[in-house]
């Protein structure tokens, strides 16, 4: 350790379902850094060491990824090591909790797929985008309890910057009951197993023909349109996870239309997507 090598500072955290990110501030150099080394665990007592660390990086951040749907308690803390090998004092500790996905505690309203890190059980997966056209001219219109997943709803959703899906937006219908309007909102959770890695756009989601939002999708390794297992050791896939809340005041009596549409960007490959009452 060199007191010479400055210590990282106002050293936060950002979380979402699965993933805990952290960001410092840093002088980078005099002495030149070489890299940031990260260490954490779930024990708040611990050592930084080779069997805490996390990784290293170059940058003033680092995803802490992969961490599962339930809400994970981490601590962290970040060094600074130099050119010439030397490495400052940890910083100070930094506690942080991923958010809990809807789909650990919330009660299952419609689904369609499984949530497992798999695109397997749907239409054309793992690797059959090229007969998306044939098989769905107009996108998907699923029938809740109806449908199937593996015959009605394409592992891939494709964007106007697909050639192979004929250069346009492509919305897929998903139609479910609910014998009465909730008394709170609802979510509305949807897993992919990868995104597009440069142009993946974003999915814009609607209810009833009323707008509920449009959700920037995370930058992917464009390996979902041809593997469907992103749980497989060593595998390329970069999943992600969104979860919003579906409004009561766009919700109806009967049958309800979900409407996700991709009007900009290259394509997205499905986990699985469901509606959920949330945990009380």
Known sequence: MNTLVKSVQRLTATTGIGWIELAWAAR???????????????????????????????????????????????HYRVATVDAAGDRSRPS??????SAE???????????????????????????????????????????????????????LHPGPADRWAGSKAHSFRWRFRLERVPARDLVLAVWL?????????SLAVSCNDAAVAEVELEKGATKGSLQGDATVPGNPLRPSVVELPLPVAVLRAGENVLTLGKHAGSWHAYDALGVFEPAV
């Open 92 to 97: 100070a500790l930094l506690r942080a909790t």
């Open 193 to 201: 197993i990868d995104t597009h890695a440069s142009i993946p756009g």
């Open 28 to 74: 980078s150099y005099r002495p030149l850094v070489d890299h940031f080394a990260v260490y954490g665990s779930p024990d708040p007592a611990f050592e930084p060491g080779p069997g805490t660390l996390l990784g290293k990086t170059v940058y003033g951040r680092f995803r802490h990824a992969e961490l599962g749907p339930a809400g994970r308690t981490w």
């Open 101 to 155: 996905s809807v789909t650990v505690r919330g009660k299952p309203v419609a689904v369609i797929g499984s949530f497992d890190r798999r695109s397997l059980e749907l239409a054309l997966a793992p690797a059959g985008y090229q007969q998306y056209s044939s098989r769905f001219p107009d996108g998907a219109d699923y029938v809740d309890g109806v449908s199937s997943p593996s015959a009605d709803w394409p592992y």
